[in-house]
């Protein structure tokens, strides 16, 4: 499975439409997770498997490897972090992640076990990182 690009076709669509591609990269297994786990700082691929869940270390490298090449993640001195493009990306991922936590529950009655707190933890943080740009 060859990394999706824009301009090329993708899994689920054929016209190259950007958006497209962006939802094929982050629809692989584990793209979502390691996106939002590299949110809680820079990590050793050690540490992000074990924050992922125990992922197999072939699948790790692949998405890694995917998600370098798309500029959203590189590899630093303290391990693997995001790029300024992926933390942009992650701060309209984690609002989504609260619309469907709200949906999940209004529709479905399903809440997932700490969500509601690691989504308020993601809020707070948001608010003091503003305060201290606004300072």
């Known amino acids: 499975?060859?990394?999706?690009?824009?301009?090329?076709?993708v899994r689920g669509s054929v016209s190259g439409a950007p958006i497209n591609a962006l939802f094929d990269l982050l629809g692989r297994r584990w793209a979502l997770g390691i996106l939002w786990y590299l949110g809680d700082g820079p990590s050793v691929f050690r540490q992000l498997q074990e924050r992922c869940g125990g992922v197999s270390p072939s699948i790790l490298n692949t998405r890694l490897?995917?998600?370098?090449?798309?500029?959203?993640?590189?590899?630093?001195?303290?391990?693997?972090a995001l790029?300024?493009?992926?933390?942009?990306?992650?701060?309209?991922?984690?609002?989504?992640a609260n619309w469907s936590a709200d949906w999940s529950k209004d529709v479905y009655g399903y809440e997932r076990p700490g969500m509601n707190e690691?989504?308020?933890?993601?809020?707070?943080?948001?608010?003091?990182?503003?305060?201290?740009?606004?300072?």
């Not at 995917?66 to 001195?77: H, N």
């Not at 790029?83 to 989504?96: D, H, K, N, Q």
């Not at 690691?118 to 300072?135: C, F, G």
């Open 1 to 9: 499975m060859s990394n999706p690009k824009p301009g090329v076709e």
């Open 65 to 80: 490897k995917e998600l370098r090449d798309a500029d959203i993640v590189a590899r630093t001195i303290d391990g693997y």
């Open 83 to 96: 790029t300024e493009r992926g933390a942009e990306l992650r701060s309209f991922i984690v609002p989504l």
């Open 118 to 135: 690691r989504l308020a933890n993601e809020h707070s943080a948001k608010r003091k990182l503003t305060a201290k740009v606004i300072a």
